[in-house]
């Protein structure tokens, strides 16, 4: 698999003077097209900032991050909006979709601002709404379907534009075990299926056990990384539980 994300001694700092925090401390490691890598850690423990830094909605203090060997560090705002419209999709806990649209509206939306042509959008959102099983609420609106229906159109409209990785913050958070469980699917569909990159922060080994390979974070820092490879869901998890059992914890919901 291809490089995609590069990150080179990344470290942000909060605050000034005296009151000084930092969040990420010169971490480094790579993310390749096709994984789907988890992120990992305790409150505080840095992983939301990481994901801020690395989609580009808050800068480094210090480091590089590349972006298929771009160094995105170094993007002024109209080239890092254009980065975002044109390279990120992002899957959030709280759905973010607008109730005043249908879920297809929702889903077409961004191509419907970039003036797509009307054929090629209708074409686009049926494929994808049939990929995940959202067909039969096109024309529902969001507050008449489930927290799982909603979550599969975010994602629906995470991959309309076909983005180089989706970056979905605590994804679940919002979501009942059945419902998060059918979304982690999707995820894994996407990832299989439609070779979509993902990287997911979560606090939540459940929902971790789902990804090929987990970073953890503590104060800032990459104490830890498992890889997957031939382990059952069941035995991955197993093993995630090791790992946060050994560093403190910072775990929950892992029926």
Do not use: W
Not at 6 to 12: E, I, M, Q, S, W
Not at 121 to 126: C, K, N, T
């Amino acid at each position: 698999m291809e490089r995609l994300i590069y990150v080179d001694k990344a470290t942000k700092y909060y605050g000034n003077n005296g009151n000084v925090t930092k969040a990420l401390s010169e971490i480094e490691f790579e993310i390749s097209e096709g994984e789907f890598t988890g992120i990992m850690g305790a409150s505080g423990s840095g992983k939301s900032t990481l994901l801020a830094v690395l989609s580009t909605i808050d800068r480094l203090t210090s480091g590089h991050i590349y972006f298929e060997d771009e160094d995105i560090t170094q993007l002024n705002e109209e080239q890092l909006a254009d980065f975002r419209e044109k390279k990120l999709g992002f899957v959030f806990q709280d759905f973010n979709l607008l109730d005043t649209l249908t879920i297809e509206e929702n889903i077409s939306l961004a191509m419907t601002l970039q003036n797509k042509d009307h054929t090629f959008i209708q074409e686009r959102v049926q494929k994808i709404m049939a990929q995940l099983n959202i067909t039969d609420i096109r024309n529902k609106f969001p507050y008449e379907v489930s927290g799982g229906q909603k979550q599969r159109c975010a994602c629906a409209r995470a991959i309309i534009n076909q983005p180089k990785i989706i970056m979905a913050d605590e994804p679940t958070g919002a979501l009942d075990s059945k419902s998060a469980e059918l979304l982690l699917n999707t995820f894994v569909t996407m990832n299989k299926e439609m070779k979509t990159t993902l990287l997911m922060v979560t606090h939540d080994a459940f929902s971790a056990s789902y990804c090929n390979r987990i970073l953890f974070l503590k104060d800032g820092e990459i104490f830890n990384e498992l890889i997957r490879g031939n382990k059952s869901r069941r035995e991955f998890l197993n093993t995630i539980l090791d790992v946060l059992s050994i560093n403190g914890g910072g775990l929950t919901n892992v029926e």
